[in-house]
């Protein structure tokens, strides 16, 4: 029976079980926790500083009033690039290629920076509904329009990480199997072929880690809006 290619995204089961939980579950395992000692070893001196470097990063657009959700935004891109990365080792499933699971993280956050912006300043958040200067007669139709893209947001975020991640593995795998193909027939165009694919692979390891920075980076933006 010839399978198709998107077969890959389909969820698995074991025994009628999803096994989504466990593929979601298994990344907080392999990160191993920071001991009380005075001296860590390497890994964990390495881990510390991409963490500290990173929330760095993320704050650097936040005002104060936003420092508050760094550890939930740096917990959410170490769990994004750690899905990410291992969907992309053989016999592995990816749950971020999932549209349900990312407009299930995307949604509740996009959603609570709303509610902040309404609950601390709602002038400025219903502000920006509406440029300043308008003519008159455009104030309805942007005000619809700015609507529109405001609660297109949270579809935007999962759409792009599903679409980055999908479009990554699909050719992948096109180019994957036409490298076994050429193979017993012309092998220097398998190699060729082979080593496009080894150069793809660098390139998609790239596309998973700068999509969980893009999902996480654009959440602080919204945020900054809003606080």
Same mark, same amino acid.
């Given at each position: 029976?010839?399978?198709? !290619?998107?077969?890959?995204?389909?969820?698995? #089961?074991?025994?009628?079980?999803?096994?989504? +939980?466990?593929?979601?579950?298994?990344?907080?395992?392999? =990160?191993?926790?920071?001991?009380?000692?005075? %001296?860590?070893?390497? !890994? $964990? +001196?390495?881990?510390?500083? !991409?963490?500290?470097?990173?929330?760095?990063?993320? %704050?650097?657009? @936040?005002?104060?009033?936003?420092?508050?959700?760094?550890? $939930?935004?740096?917990?959410?891109?170490?769990?994004?690039?750690?899905?990410? *990365?291992?969907?992309?080792?053989?016999?592995?499933?990816?749950?971020?290629?999932? $549209?349900? @699971?990312?407009?299930?993280?995307?949604?509740?956050?996009?959603?609570?920076?709303?509610?902040?912006?309404?609950?601390?300043?709602?002038?400025?958040?219903?502000?920006?509904?509406?440029?300043?200067?308008?003519?008159?007669?455009?104030?309805?139709? /942007?005000?619809?329009?700015? #609507?529109?893209?405001?609660?297109?947001?949270?579809? +935007?975020?999962?759409?792009?990480?599903?679409?980055?991640?999908?479009?990554?593995?699909?050719?992948?795998?096109?180019? +994957?199997?036409?490298? !076994?193909?050429? *193979?017993?027939? *012309?092998?220097? &165009?398998?190699?060729?072929?082979?080593? &496009? %694919?080894?150069?793809?692979? $660098? /390139?998609?390891?790239?596309?998973?880690?700068?999509?969980? =920075?893009?999902?996480? /980076? /654009?959440? #602080?933006? =919204?945020?900054?809006?809003?606080?």
């Amino acid at each position: 029976m010839t399978l198709s !290619f998107f077969d890959q995204f389909m969820s698995p #089961t074991h025994l009628g079980v999803p096994l989504m +939980a466990l593929a979601l579950t298994l990344p907080w395992i392999l =990160y191993p926790t920071p001991t009380a000692r005075w %001296l860590n070893n390497r !890994f $964990l +001196a390495l881990q510390g500083w !991409f963490i500290n470097r990173f929330t760095q990063q993320l %704050l650097l657009p @936040l005002s104060l009033g936003g420092h508050k959700w760094a550890a $939930l935004l740096t917990s959410l891109m170490i769990f994004l690039i750690t899905l990410n *990365m291992l969907g992309l080792l053989p016999y592995t499933f990816t749950p971020t290629t999932q $549209l349900s @699971l990312n407009l299930g993280l995307a949604t509740p956050l996009w959603l609570a920076t709303v509610i902040i912006g309404m609950r601390n300043q709602p002038t400025h958040a219903l502000g920006h509904l509406l440029p300043e200067g308008t003519p008159g007669p455009l104030i309805p139709v /942007l005000i619809i329009i700015e #609507t529109i893209s405001l609660f297109i947001r949270p579809l +935007a975020l999962g759409v792009r990480l599903t679409a980055n991640l999908t479009a990554g593995h699909l050719l992948i795998q096109l180019i +994957a199997t036409a490298a !076994f193909v050429l *193979m017993p027939l *012309m092998p220097a &165009v398998a190699l060729l072929t082979s080593a &496009v %694919l080894v150069l793809l692979t $660098l /390139l998609e390891i790239a596309v998973a880690m700068i999509q969980a =920075y893009v999902f996480v /980076l /654009l959440l #602080t933006l =919204y945020l900054q809006e809003n606080v």
